[in-house]
């Protein structure tokens, strides 16, 4: 059974290089279940009600978010009834939605999708490591596959994570930075593992936000308005090959794919 997870979709060019060539990929890779992390899809933050249904109509099985999560408020008008959105899973106390949701998928599988945010360089919640382990041990008898989207600032932190997991978890992607990394592989316990999906959005811009504001900002160091850049768009992630007879992740490979302009 193949997987294809998307990197961090960012605003209206990122969804319009789904709506064109999502589906083609879908066919051409033999794809059974898609997830895509959402947290920058509405207008560079957060995540709205309609732009949810419209990435879930393009095919999309699961959503995931991460630090950004609730900076669009429409979120809560529908985050605790949709089983499709998965926000990390170690916000602190008695947060709304989930943070880990069992699909079924390919034959008849059950697949488990955990997302996790990082503490390095990244909002306080609790920690990731512990609470995920507890999650893993909890559902581990009733899964065929767990694949986790940990979203992360730092490569160390999110290495050590997948480094901990390997053997327990089928597949550990990373998010948030935008950047996709060369590094996939299957760790030695079998984990397939990339540290940064990339993005799903505009090419010429920083991390998918349009570039002047930015750079005032580093020049300045006072506030400024960040808007999703325009132009032509790139879609990033992983396919993933798991074997069905033993439930494991067998290949993992990154694409990087352009929508002229
Ligand atoms: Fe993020």
Not at 34 to 46: D, L
Not at 123 to 149: R, W
Request: proline fraction near 5%; include cysteine.
């Amino acid at each position: 059974m193949n997987i294809l997870i998307i990197g961090d979709i960012v605003g209206k060019p990122g969804r319009a290089i789904l709506k064109a060539m999502l589906s083609k990929i879908q066919r051409e890779n033999d794809i059974s279940f898609t997830i895509a992390n959402a947290e920058n899809a509405a207008g560079g933050r957060g995540l709205t009600q309609e732009i949810k249904d419209d990435l879930i109509g393009m095919g999309i099985d699961v959503l995931t978010m991460g630090n950004h999560v609730w900076d669009n408020k429409n979120i809560f008008n529908f985050i605790d009834d949709e089983p499709r959105l998965i926000r990390p899973i170690n916000y602190p106390g008695d947060c709304p939605g989930q943070g880990m949701h069992i699909y079924k998928a390919g034959f008849n599988k059950n697949i488990a999708v955990i997302n996790a945010s990082g503490r390095v360089y990244m909002p306080a919640l609790d920690c990731p490591f512990q609470t995920i382990n507890e999650v893993v041990n909890d559902i581990k008898d009733q899964v065929d596959f767990i694949i986790v989207d940990f979203h992360a600032e730092a490569t160390s932190e999110k290495m050590a994570l997948a480094h901990y997991l390997d053997g327990r978890v089928t597949v550990l992607v990373g998010t948030h930075t935008h950047i996709q990394t060369a590094d996939e592989r299957i760790l030695p316990q079998g984990t397939a593992y990339i540290t940064d999906l990339g993005m799903t959005g505009p090419v010429d811009s920083i991390l998918g936000m349009a570039k002047g504001p930015i750079i005032d900002k580093f020049l300045n160091a006072r506030p400024a308005r960040f808007e999703v850049a325009t132009g032509p768009a790139q879609m990033q992630g992983v396919v993933l090959q798991l074997d069905e007879e033993n439930n494991k992740a067998t290949h993992i490979e990154r694409f990087s794919y352009y929508l002229g302009d």
